[in-house]
């Protein structure tokens, strides 16, 4: 008996030095909307929320023409493409849970400023399409908000956005208002006064 508990012990041991590794799924299964923000810690510092960005215009080494994504059917999307309204840029994964919290948010924001010159895009940040089409199909109603691609990333980081959820506020003139980060950095009756406040300055 004393043999047989040895190699016992022993195979316990080798399977805890050696647990086997199983990829993720590319797209995670969404959860009920309660469980979200119940799960998830805080991911970015507190002084990311409503962070005010002043004088600042994002780069872009091509002119005055500054790319925000990719549209699905491959065409690209410019900032300028929006002239003359306040955009709502949402930068989203499909591994994201907070993520997903925000989208019935940000769709409520669009039906109520639809028109009042008011953009809101939600930028993939990082995926393939495949993850992109994946998350869209899990959806039981089709999102109303523009969705954008950045595979790359390479737009994304230029106009300062290294983590998910980030949402960007640009003025009429395209620069950057605020910019909320982290699952509770997003704050939609914020972004709703940071809307009414531009379009009052907007004249």
Same mark, same amino acid.
Request: hydrophobic share 45%; with cysteine.
């Given at each position: 008996?004393?043999?047989?508990?040895?190699?016992?012990?022993?195979?316990?041991?080798?399977?805890?030095?050696?647990?086997?590794?199983?990829?993720?799924?590319?797209?995670?299964?969404?959860?009920?909307? !309660?469980?979200?923000?119940?799960?998830?810690?805080?991911?970015?510092?507190?002084?990311?929320?409503?962070?005010? +960005? %002043?004088?600042? +215009?994002?780069?872009?080494?091509?002119?005055?023409?500054?790319?925000?994504?990719?549209?699905? &059917?491959?065409?690209?999307?410019?900032?300028?493409?929006?002239?003359? %309204?306040?955009?709502? !840029?949402?930068?989203?994964?499909?591994?994201?849970?907070?993520?997903?919290?925000?989208?019935?948010?940000?769709? &409520?924001?669009?039906?109520?400023?639809?028109?009042?010159?008011?953009?809101?895009?939600?930028?993939?940040?990082?995926?393939?399409?495949?993850?992109? &089409?994946?998350?869209?199909? #899990?959806? #039981?109603?089709?999102?109303?908000?523009?969705?954008?691609?950045?595979?790359?990333?390479?737009?994304?980081?230029?106009?300062?956005?290294?983590? +998910?959820?980030?949402?960007?506020?640009? &003025?009429?003139?395209?620069?950057?208002? %605020?910019?909320?980060?982290?699952?509770?950095?997003?704050?939609?009756?914020?972004?709703?006064?940071?809307?009414?406040?531009?379009?009052?300055?907007?004249?």
């Amino acid at each position: 008996m004393g043999i047989i508990a040895a190699v016992a012990a022993a195979s316990l041991i080798s399977c805890a030095a050696n647990p086997r590794k199983h990829p993720a799924p590319v797209v995670a299964p969404l959860p009920e909307r !309660a469980q979200v923000t119940k799960v998830y810690p805080v991911e970015q510092p507190l002084e990311f929320v409503g962070e005010e +960005v %002043k004088s600042s +215009v994002l780069p872009d080494t091509a002119g005055p023409r500054v790319l925000l994504g990719m549209s699905l &059917d491959g065409t690209p999307i410019y900032l300028s493409d929006y002239h003359g %309204k306040v955009v709502v !840029a949402s930068y989203w994964a499909s591994w994201c849970p907070p993520c997903w919290a925000e989208f019935p948010q940000l769709q &409520d924001i669009h039906a109520e400023y639809l028109d009042r010159n008011v953009e809101v895009v939600a930028i993939n940040f990082g995926e393939a399409r495949a993850a992109i &089409d994946g998350f869209l199909k #899990q959806q #039981q109603k089709p999102l109303r908000i523009t969705i954008l691609s950045d595979r790359s990333k390479q737009t994304s980081v230029a106009q300062g956005v290294g983590a +998910v959820p980030t949402t960007l506020v640009f &003025d009429a003139a395209g620069k950057i208002s %605020k910019r909320y980060v982290g699952i509770f950095g997003f704050s939609a009756q914020q972004i709703r006064s940071d809307i009414v406040r531009l379009l009052s300055n907007r004249g």
